[in-house]
């Protein structure tokens, strides 16, 4: 039966003697107790830092706190899982078990080399700014490439994904392989009233019909473009838009877009006291890649999902094993 309860901190204290020897880990605060280490709260702080900050801006009131809850629950339960992995590593060890200190060392060189660019004194100075020495970095980083070989020890590499799970999944997930309709847009824009002085009413407008008229009777959409269109993003390329597709414009300049045929010019479109001139280069109708297409990537998130369901599974395995409180 797995033995995980939700407990206050109060209640935590009256087993203060119990975890006298981490008084120096937990003074920050417990989070979690795995066996007889502890997850701290500042632990939790490391691993959601960043996210926290993103929901803060995101959220507000109620809402907020769910979201922070859940989350911070989550960290919790990650750093449940670490520790107890850690702890098997630490079972191995007693047998014999060790990561070879020329694999820190290497990986203390590679990121030296590939951060720092070979710079080991600017590496130093880093890890001192934020609290951390060499030691300790190792130690982290020991810590991670046990968690990583033991999470593919445990997972058996021979999976075999049949035909059957395969056409299920692309059945499945068919929205995921399509293809919308996309056209190869090149506009002119007009703005009335953009030059430094007050123009005559409608003069813009009548440029932006005379290059309409220039472009139909034979100037090149593209130098037309860069000679006078007034949107800075696509001037110089000629007012390639690349391929859109429906959701790209507003809904009358997608509307007109979508109606070209490739080669075929626009009128002048007026909106908002703006000209647009629009012409398709080329369009490309809505599909959905054939299975034979995605096979092999289908073949591999199918593999991935198997490797983490039995990660999974033997974390369950280890929970069960062992005494975990979750700190609320």
Do not use: C
């Not at 990583?148 to 395969?166: E, G, L, T, Y």
């Not at 009413?201 to 220039?214: C, D, T, W, Y």
């Amino acid at each position: 039966m797995i033995r995980i309860a939700l407990v206050s901190v109060a209640a935590f204290a009256l087993a203060g003697s119990a975890l006298a020897q981490r008084e120096a880990e937990v003074i920050d605060g417990i989070a979690a107790i795995v066996n007889n280490d502890v997850v701290t709260i500042s632990q939790v702080r490391e691993l959601i830092g960043v996210r926290e900050r993103s929901l803060r801006e995101m959220y507000r009131g109620q809402e907020l706190e769910d979201k922070l809850k859940e989350m911070r629950l989550s960290a919790i339960n990650d750093l449940v899982d670490r520790q107890l992995i850690l702890q098997e590593f630490k079972k191995l060890q007693e047998k014999g078990a060790s990561i070879p200190e020329y694999v820190l060392d290497d990986r203390l060189k590679a990121v030296i080399r590939e951060e720092f660019g070979g710079d080991r004194a600017a590496f130093v100075r880093t890890l001192h700014a934020q609290g951390f020495t060499v030691t300790r970095f190792k130690e982290i980083e020991r810590d991670k490439i046990v968690i990583q070989a033991m999470r593919q020890s445990k997972v058996d590499n021979n999976f075999v994904i049949s035909p059957v799970q395969i056409q299920k999944y692309y059945d499945k997930n068919k929205n995921s392989y399509a293809t919308p309709e996309q056209v190869k847009l090149r506009m002119i824009v007009i703005r009335e009233g953009s030059s430094g002085d007050v123009p005559d009413v409608g003069s813009k407008k009548e440029l932006a019909e005379e290059i309409r008229q220039k472009v139909a009777t034979g100037a090149e959409f593209v130098r037309m473009a860069q000679m006078y269109s007034e949107d800075d993003s696509t001037q110089q390329g000629g007012g390639d838009w690349g391929w859109i597709e429906r959701n790209t414009l507003n809904e009358k300049l997608t509307n007109v877009a979508f109606s070209l045929r490739p080669g075929e010019v626009s009128p002048v479109l007026d909106i908002d006291n703006t000209y647009y001139i629009l012409t398709v280069d080329a369009k490309r109708s809505a599909n959905v890649k054939p299975i034979g297409e995605v096979r092999d990537e289908i073949e591999k998130n199918l593999i991935q999902q198997e490797r983490t369901k039995a990660q999974r599974r033997w974390l369950e395995t280890l929970r069960q094993k062992a005494y975990v409180k979750i700190m609320s």
